[in-house]
């Protein structure tokens, strides 16, 4: 399989060529463009209660992923999912693996699994974005962020504390823990005031821009318009 990131940073687009019999399994309406030789083969992922509570808390995102599958000939496909931001790879191995934002990941190759069942991660559940699920196995991931990736790599014993609207993904060989930040208006349903401390060895990547800002602002632009129509 060859790919490309075109129209980096800020628009960013992945083509990947599919060579006969080759697959690449991507977020449900990623796709931009295909040619006609890719086979297309829509599935609904695995999730546990757990899934279930969160998909409800989160707004009932998709638990859908999509198969593109070259026939007898090779072919390509495009790929996007954020309004405006970054296409990063991130490589999977045996004792490599990482943790991953679910509206952050893109596609990846046949042999990385996504284990949707991991509960690891409970209390992200309240804080939106922080569905989180367990990238395993070997192979390519690609990840979209909102605005840039911010990439560092932490030590053994080094701590970074990150905002979890901003937190995309971290390496599995991380300690972790979800905690409150900020003043007593924020509730923890909202998700506001929520912080990640991770600890290392690992590496973390982390997107900067926040959807949720963006869409204070885009309300606060037509919400005079609104309140003066339903008057």
């Known amino acids: ?55 409800a808390l989160l707004g009932g995102q998709s638990f859908f992923v999509t198969d593109y599958i070259a026939g007898n ?64 196995g070997e192979g390519t991931l690609f990840i979209n962020t909102f605005g840039a990736i911010d990439k560092h790599l932490l030590k053994p014993g080094e701590k970074m504390i990150v905002d979890n609207f901003h937190l995309v993904a971290f390496s599995d060989t991380c300690q972790y823990r979800v905690m409150k930040f900020g003043g007593l208006k924020e509730t923890l349903f909202s998700g506001e005031g929520l912080v990640t401390e991770i600890t290392g060895p690992g590496e973390i990547y982390i997107q900067t821009k926040n959807v949720r800002e963006l869409a204070e602002m885009i309300w606060s632009i037509i919400e005079p318009r609104v309140q003066a129509k339903s008057r």
């Open 73 to 136: 000939e090779s072919g390509e496909v495009a790929l996007s999912a954020a309004p405006l931001g970054d296409i990063e790879t991130i490589s999977i191995a045996p004792g490599k693996g990482f943790i991953v934002q679910k509206s952050s990941y893109l596609a990846a190759e046949q042999g990385v699994n996504l284990d949707l069942k991991w509960e690891g991660f409970t209390k992200g559940l309240f804080g939106q974005g922080l569905l989180m699920i367990k990238v395993s």
């Open 1 to 55: 399989m060859r790919y490309e990131i075109r129209y980096k940073p800020s628009f960013s687009l992945l083509v990947v060529t599919l060579g006969p019999g080759e697959r690449i399994t991507a977020e449900a309406g990623a796709m931009t463009y295909m040619h006609p030789s890719i086979q297309v083969s829509t599935r609904k992922r695995e999730k546990s209660l757990l899934g279930s509570i969160g998909l």
